[in-house]
C-alpha cells in the first residue's frame, strides 16, 4: 500500500471530456454516444487530445507506424525494462465513453498522481494507446497491438481497407499518425490493463471489481449457403432447396451443442447476421450468408466444436443438396494471463479493502496481445444496466471506475519497484 491516492474527480473530467470528442446523438437511445471509429477525423481528434494530456504530464511521447502512441515517464533505472500499461481510444460506430478510454486516461492519472506527489519510481513507466482495437473499420481488431508484438506484419496491417477501399496506411498518413518509431517493440517488464467489463458478472455478484485471468478463444466463421430460389406456392416441398432453412438448422445445431456440454459447460454460440435473398416473403431464399461467433475457454474444446460444426455442415450438404461456402474471417487461441501479476492485482485490491473475484473476458483486448511477449493482467471495472457496452448506455460509476484505477496505480508501483 503506498497510501497515494489518485484523484477521482480528475479522472472523471478527463473521461467526459473525452467522451465529448465524437459524440454524437445516438437515436435508439436518445442517448449521447461516442463514434470514434479507427483513423477517422473523430479519432484524431481524440488522439490529439490524450497526446495533449500526455505531453502535459511531462511524458516523452512517440508515434510509431502503426500509429500507437506511448508516453514515457523515465524511472531512477531507465536500463531496465519499463512497465507498460494502456488501452484504446477508438470506438465502434455506436459505443460509449469508457471501453478503452477508462485504461488510457486511468493511466494518465497515475502518472498525473505520481507528478503531484514527486514520485520517482524504480522501473520507468509508459502508458499507451492502440491503434484500432475495436476492428469495426478495417475488420482486424487489436491491430495496433498485434502488430507491436509481431502477431501481424506491418505491411499486413497497412494494406487493410475499409469499406470505401481506403487504407490503413493511408489513412494514418491522412490524420497525421504515420508515426517514425518501429512499432515492433522490446518486451515490456509487465503489462497491466484496466477496462470495463462489458458484460453482467461482476455487477450481479455485487463485487467492487474483477481480476482477469484471461481471455477465451474465439472463433468466427461468415457461411454463405447456397440453395435454389423457387416460388413459395407452386414448388412442392420435396422439391425445394431452402438456404434459410438451412440457416435455422444450423442455429438451432449450435445450440443444441452446447446444451449437450459436450464442448464444457462455458461455450458460447451466435448466429449475429442472417442475410437471405432475395428476402421476400412469398420466395424461398435462393442463397443466405450468416455469421457464427464461437467462444470457448479451452482450446481443445473449441476445435473439438469447430469440427463437430463443421461435420454438420458437410451432412447438410449430403441430405438437402444445398452448398455451403465458410469463410474463417477470426480466429484466436485463449489466453492465460501471468498468474503472478494476477495475483498481485488481487493483493492491490485486498489492500484498498475492494471486494473482487477471478473473471476470465468474454470479448478481446490489447491485452491479450501483449500477453504474447511479457507478463500481463487486466483489472476488470463493473458496468451499470448489466454491464452494456458498445452502445450509448455503456457506463460505470465515478467511484467503480475509481476503485480500478487506484487499483492500477498500486499494482504499477508494485511492478516498477522489481529490481
Ligand atoms: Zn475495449
Redesign the pocket.
Known amino acids: 500500500m503506498s497510501g497515494l491516492r489518485i484523484d477521482a474527480d480528475r479522472l472523471w473530467n478527463s473521461l467526459m471530456t473525452l467522451g465529448q470528442v465524437g459524440a454524437y446523438d445516438d437515436p435508439a437511445t436518445g442517448l449521447k454516444g461516442v463514434n470514434r471509429l479507427a483513423l477517422t477525423d473523430a479519432d484524431k481528434a481524440g488522439r490529439d487530445t490524450v497526446k495533449g494530456w500526455f505531453e502535459a504530464a511531462g511524458l516523452e511521447v512517440r508515434v510509431d507506424r502503426i500509429g500507437n502512441v506511448t508516453g514515457r515517464r523515465p524511472g531512477r533505472r531507465p536500463e531496465l525494462a519499463p512497465v507498460l500499461c494502456g ?2 481510444i477508438d470506438s465502434v460506430p455506436t459505443g460509449g465513453a469508457f ?2 478510454a477508462l485504461g488510457v486516461l486511468g493511466a494518465l492519472e497515475v502518472v498525473r498522481t505520481l507528478n503531484a506527489a514527486g514520485v520517482e519510481t524504480e522501473r520507468s513507466l509508459e502508458i499507451a494507446f492502440f491503434t484500432d ?2 476492428g469495426a473499420r478495417f475488420g482486424t481488431d487489436m491491430l495496433g497491438s498485434a502488430t507491436a508484438v509481431g502477431r501481424l506484419e506491418l505491411e499486413q496491417a497497412y494494406g487493410l481497407t475499409d469499406e470505401r477501399g481506403l487504407t490503413v496506411k493511408g489513412e494514418l498518413e491522412r490524420i497525421g499518425y504515420l508515426g517514425e518509431v518501429d512499432p515492433r517493440r522490446a518486451p515490456p517488464h509487465a503489462y497491466v490493463e484496466c ?1 470495463v467489463e ?1 458484460g453482467p458478472i461482476l455487477a450481479a455478484a455485487g463485487l467492487d471489481l474483477g481480476v482477469v485471468t484471461g481471455v477465451q478463444a474465439i472463433s468466427w466463421q461468415e457461411l454463405t449457403i447456397h440453395g435454389k430460389s423457387a416460388h413459395a406456392g407452386t414448388t412442392p416441398m420435396e422439391l425445394r432447396k431452402d438456404a434459410g432453412l438451412i440457416a435455422a438448422k444450423i442455429n438451432v445445431h449450435l445450440h443444441e451443442m452446447v446444451a449437450s456440454a459436450r464442448y464444457g459447460t462455458e461455450m458460447r454460440v451466435t448466429m449475429g447476421r442472417v442475410s437471405p435473398m432475395p428476402n421476400r416473403v412469398n420466395i424461398v431464399p435462393g442463397r443466405v450468408v450468416c455469421t457464427v461467433d464461437l467462444r470457448n475457454p479451452f482450446d481443445d474444446l473449441m476445435e473439438k466444436s469447430e469440427r463437430d460444426l463443421a461435420d454438420f455442415l458437410d451432412h447438410l450438404e449430403k441430405t438437402h443438396g444445398v452448398q455451403i461456402e465458410r469463410r474463417q474471417t477470426a480466429r484466436t487461441n485463449s489466453v492465460t494471463f501471468d498468474p503472478k501479476v494476477v495475483a498481485r492485482v488481487a493483493e492491490a485490491m485486498d489492500g484498498l479493502g475492494y471486494t473482487h473475484r477471478e473473471i476470465l473476458s468474454g ?1 478481446g ?1 490489447d491485452a491479450q496481445e501483449m500477453a504474447s511477449i511479457c507478463p500481463t493482467a487486466m483489472i476488470f471495472v463493473p458496468g451499470e444496466y448489466e454491464g452494456i457496452s458498445h452502445n450509448p448506455r455503456e457506463f460505470s460509476t465515478p467511484a467503480a471506475c475509481a476503485r480500478g484505477v487506484q487499483t492500477l496505480m498500486d499494482t504499477l508501483l508494485g511492478l516498477t519497484a522489481d529490481v
Open positions: 488501452s484504446h471501453d478503452g482495437e475495436e477496462h462489458q470479448a483486448h
